[in-house]
């Protein structure tokens, strides 16, 4: 998944970047929200952490234009403040979550996973699709009572497959996905991801269907 973390503090920003990338999650960092508002026209996000006090205003205020732009990412508010009544405000304001500085990376992570699961209307991190079980928070996947490791970023590019199946996500999509701007991507890092992800659901009745010049769908066979 991509996120987009809207924070002024290099230390905590680089600290959250680096523990949410081992998820195998793309992290674009804006440290003030005139970056943010770059950012936010110019890819898709999967989740945004933003940090309320910033140098050039209300992280707050920020998120109340996006909602009345129509923008429905979700939103988790980063601030020292532990105040009921700033909480309770931007709950809303249009924010999904609440996280108050200092916070654990164990509950940040836990929190994202949340909120991307009542995003996409899923309330369990399990998941059952033609043949195999697919465990977000275990990371496997499981195929005739084998349970197979998956890696960070196979991980992440089924559960975009698995969000819709049989949707076609092109080439282009999927790198807007998964990978940040600073991150370097070669022409063919999504044919490994997706070669890895064959070999690890070889024998279930699940079939990642290659359409050239087009995309890639999970379908059942």
Do not use: W
């Amino acid at each position: 998944m991509r996120f987009l973390l809207v924070e002024d503090s290099d230390a905590l920003a680089e600290a959250v970047a680096s523990r949410l990338a081992l998820d195998g999650h793309g992290v674009d960092r804006a440290a003030t929200l005139a970056e943010a508002e770059i950012f936010m026209d110019s890819a898709p996000y999967d989740l945004v952490l933003l940090d309320i006090s910033l140098p050039d205003g209300d992280g707050r205020t920020f998120l109340a234009q996006q909602r009345r732009a129509g923008r429905e990412t979700p939103v988790i508010m980063m601030t020292a403040s532990a105040s009921v009544t700033d909480r309770v405000a931007t709950l809303d304001q249009g924010a999904d979550d609440y996280l108050t500085k200092p916070f654990d990376f164990e509950e940040l992570q836990a929190r994202c996973r949340a909120v991307l699961r009542r995003h996409s209307g899923v309330a369990d991190s399990r998941r059952q699709f033609a043949g195999f079980t697919f465990d977000a928070l275990g990371a496997t996947v499981t195929v005739g009572g084998e349970v197979r490791a998956l890696r960070a970023r196979e991980l992440r590019l089924l559960e975009i497959l698995l969000s819709r199946p049989g949707q076609t996500y092109s080439k282009p999509h999927l790198i807007d996905r998964l990978f940040s701007f600073d991150e370097e991507v070669s022409d063919n890092a999504i044919e490994v991801y997706i070669g890895r992800l064959r070999r690890k659901l070889d024998g279930s009745g699940a079939r990642l269907e290659t359409l050239r010049g087009v995309g890639y769908r999970l379908i059942p066979e």
